[in-house]
């Protein structure tokens, strides 16, 4: 399963709100979808798995939905540590793939 | 929570097998929740699954490196570990190890906790 992440990149200001999308080439299993932040020279963190079901600790401004073919990540109310780059992951096909990333910039 | 080690050269020559081993500490290797994975990332690229161990030694590959790839798991060491022979420049990339742990209610098992990673370079 091919998933397509759009837009590539995205500028915003302290407060605003992200919309982040994630596409899948055939339906997604199960809502099997997860989403990662990785910041520079980290390991990627897990925010959502199920599709909408948030990590330990992961702050509720992070919010996620979708099904089938068509996932989306919310980050309500930026601040300057969301900046990042965020990969969707599809894990219910035998063949693990991920997206190509959105990359988010804090102004 | 575990805690994933990595460990295993950052040079390899071209033609040759890279080797790296993951350590598992706070967490049971053996447990039968858990897959393990092997996951990469080239430089300034994104993420590619390698392959995934269950602890009897069960594996999952990636197709497109299925050929070249082998994982194993040394529960007694709490270890598991990746091969991946004649390397070319290509192959160079941050390794990560990671835990696979089961969706409560899908049972499909997603990435939650990662190594730091590893910068691995195929370089002559």
């Known amino acids: 399963i091919v998933l397509t992440q759009s837009p590539g990149s995205l500028s915003l200001s302290p407060g605003e709100r992200a919309t982040l999308s994630c596409r899948a080439s055939?339906?997604?299993?199960?809502?099997?979808l997860a989403w990662y932040q990785q910041k520079g020279g980290q390991a990627p963190r897990l925010l959502i798995y199920?599709?909408?079901g948030r990590a330990t600790d992961i702050p509720d401004r992070f919010s996620a939905g979708g099904s089938g073919t068509e996932f989306t990540l919310t980050i309500s109310r930026l601040e300057p540590e969301d900046s990042a780059v965020y990969y969707c992951?599809?894990?219910?096909?035998?063949?693990?793939?991920f997206g190509g990333g959105t990359k988010v910039e804090i102004k | 929570q575990p805690q994933l080690h990595q460990s295993g050269p950052g040079l390899v020559k071209p033609s040759e097998t890279l080797a790296l081993t993951c350590t598992v500490s706070?967490?049971?290797?053996?447990?039968?929740?858990?897959?393990w994975g092997w996951i990469r990332q080239p430089p300034a690229k994104g993420l590619e699954w390698i392959g995934s161990?269950?602890?009897?030694?069960?594996?999952n590959y990636n197709p497109s490196l299925k050929s070249r790839v082998t994982m194993f798991v040394d529960t007694s060491k709490k270890q598991f570990s990746l091969r991946l022979n004649s390397v070319t420049a290509a192959d160079t990339a941050v390794y990560y190890c990671?835990?696979?742990?089961?969706?409560?209610?899908?049972?499909?098992?997603?990435?939650?906790?990662w190594s730091q990673g590893t910068l691995v370079t195929v370089s002559s």
């Open positions: 992951h599809q894990y219910g096909s035998s063949l693990l793939t």
């Open positions: 055939q339906s997604v299993k199960s809502r099997s």
């Open positions: 199920g599709a909408s």
């Open positions: 706070g967490d049971s290797i053996s447990s039968s929740s858990y897959f």
């Open positions: 161990v269950y602890y009897t030694g069960s594996t």
């Open positions: 990671a835990r696979l742990t089961p969706h409560y209610i899908s049972g499909l098992h997603y990435f939650d906790y």
